[in-house]
């Protein structure tokens, strides 16, 4: 994992974007509204029994739960492969610390879902914990495993699935009306500011010490 600058701006860029969201969520403008309500009434129409049980199947294993069950996989992976603890340790850590801030959020805006659930659901709705949780996964696959693979195609198909899978993830959330469009939107700005600012974290505590750990051995 190496110092970007162009994810020190994306990361910027999506924290602004999502207190921004935050804010607009916790005054309701009209504009917010009306676009959280058209969403609704375009995804009614396909609400059906039947597709109600994949997409609830799908749902689940899209949880925050399974999401850091993926996390802590990935880590394991991470270790055998580079044999860096610290790598894995900092991913788990940037998903259960990330998980934990979305709990905080949502005590804060304390937002109603949306009424007329499709399955009923509890907490609150700002921002989507099941959108976040995927998102750092899929961040970790396109950051930290994609880089491994050395056949282009098979790294496109990745990127592809996971991206897709991401989106699926999302869609779910408002097919059961378990969130808002804008709840959804704000747990991918969320999860683009929580990674780079793990990053972050990590160059300057874990990075630095290793650094400093390596010019001790070597010096006379």
């Given amino acids: 994992m190496r110092k970007s600058r162009a994810w020190l701006v994306i990361g910027s860029l999506a924290t602004v974007a999502f207190i921004f969201l935050a804010i607009s969520v916790k005054l309701e403008p009209a504009w917010l509204q009306n676009i959280d309500i058209t969403t609704q009434y375009l995804i009614a129409p396909k609400v059906k029994p039947t597709t109600t049980k994949i997409i ?33 340790a900092w991913l788990i850590f940037t998903q259960l610390s990330g998980c934990s801030a979305v709990v905080i959020i949502k005590e804060i805006i304390r937002r109603s879902r949306p009424t007329k659930e499709v399955i009923p659901d509890s907490g609150f709705s700002f921002p989507s914990g099941h959108t ?17 693979l050395q056949d ?21 959330r408002l097919y059961l009306r378990a969130h808002f469009f804008s709840d959804i939107c704000g747990s991918f700005l969320f999860a683009l500011s929580w ?26």
């Fill in 56 to 88: 609830s199947l799908i749902a689940l294993l899209g949880s925050p739960v399974l999401a850091i069950c993926w996390t802590i996989i990935i880590a394991l992976l991470i270790w055998l492969k580079e044999h860096r603890l610290t790598h894995a």
């Fill in 152 to 172: 282009q195609e098979i790294q496109f198909t990745t990127v592809l699935l996971a991206n897709g899978w991401l989106i699926l993830i999302a869609f779910t």
């Fill in 195 to 220: 990674w780079e600012f793990s990053r972050l974290l990590y160059f300057k505590f874990i990075q630095s010490k290793q650094s400093a750990a390596v010019s001790d051995s070597v010096s006379p």
């Fill in 132 to 148: 976040f949780a995927t998102a750092i996964v899929v961040l970790a696959i396109l950051c930290l495993i994609v880089p491994w």
